[in-house]
């Protein structure tokens, strides 16, 4: 167990909807990562929070959005779901925002949408 | 831009036998290396890391990795696979961009699967 926390386990929902997925971090860790795992695209990084602020952005779409709020659980929220948005979605947590850290992954959100 | 090649996408070894998964990165500073283990339906679970150092790294599961500057490679190995080590292993690189800010690139991962 990573103590990474991530809810829903699986998600399923129809084109056009919007969902949010939740990531309780490990305790005291101030950062918090989110990755897309496709089979096409592999693991890609989409975006950082450290300690409530966005901090790096990476592959991620406009139609999603992500917020890591005061006790430091992040939400990622994924709106105008189309069909290759399915993919497994991973929260991972760090002490700290440095490069030479190590990073705890959850065991993802896996959303499907139909 | 920090990339992370590997170049086997499925190996098969059998049990009890040793094990080479090789990974090539492209970075421009001093490399954070790492390879993390994904068994099937489970999330990413660190195997080892290097930061700096004895280029010769230990790790869990009786995995080691070498860091060879020279040939940009961060190889994994283990001298005798148990049948619980079937899963995909990635490798990444840790980079960061600013002050506080941070991300992994993994490569595409390499698929094991143990005959028994």
């Known amino acids: 167990d990573s103590g990474v926390t991530q809810t829903p386990k699986h998600l399923i929902t129809a084109t056009g909807q919007r969902v949010t997925l939740r990531c309780s971090p490990r305790s005291g860790d101030l950062s918090v990562y989110w990755y897309q795992q496709s089979l096409d695209q592999g693991l890609q990084f989409l975006i950082q929070y450290y300690n409530g602020e966005e901090r790096a952005k990476g592959n991620i779409l406009e139609r999603f959005s992500a917020q890591q709020f005061p006790d430091l659980h992040s939400e990622l929220n994924l709106s105008s779901l189309e069909l290759g948005d399915s993919a497994l979605y991973f929260c991972?947590?760090?002490?700290?925002?440095?490069?030479?850290?190590?990073?705890?992954f959850g065991q993802g959100t896996r959303l499907t949408v139909v | 831009a920090q990339s992370v090649t590997q170049p086997d996408i499925h190996i098969t070894v059998s049990e009890g036998a040793s094990l080479e998964l090789r990974c090539n990165y492209s970075?421009?500073?001093?490399?954070?290396l790492f390879w993390y283990v994904q068994s099937p339906g489970q999330g990413l679970q660190l195997l080892l890391k290097y930061f700096s150092g004895d280029t010769l790294v230990q790790g869990i599961k009786g995995f080691e990795a070498e860091f060879k500057r020279s040939q940009s490679s961060f190889n994994l190995r283990k001298p005798s696979v148990h049948w619980s080590d079937a899963a995909e292993y990635f490798c990444?690189?840790?980079?960061?961009?600013?002050?506080?800010?941070?991300?992994?690139?993994f490569g595409k991962g390499t698929k094991l699967s143990v005959i028994p």
């Open positions: 991972a947590s760090s002490a700290s925002g440095r490069a030479n850290t190590e990073a705890f």
């Open positions: 990444a690189v840790g980079d960061s961009s600013g002050a506080g800010s941070y991300q992994l690139t």
């Open positions: 970075y421009g500073a001093t490399p954070y």
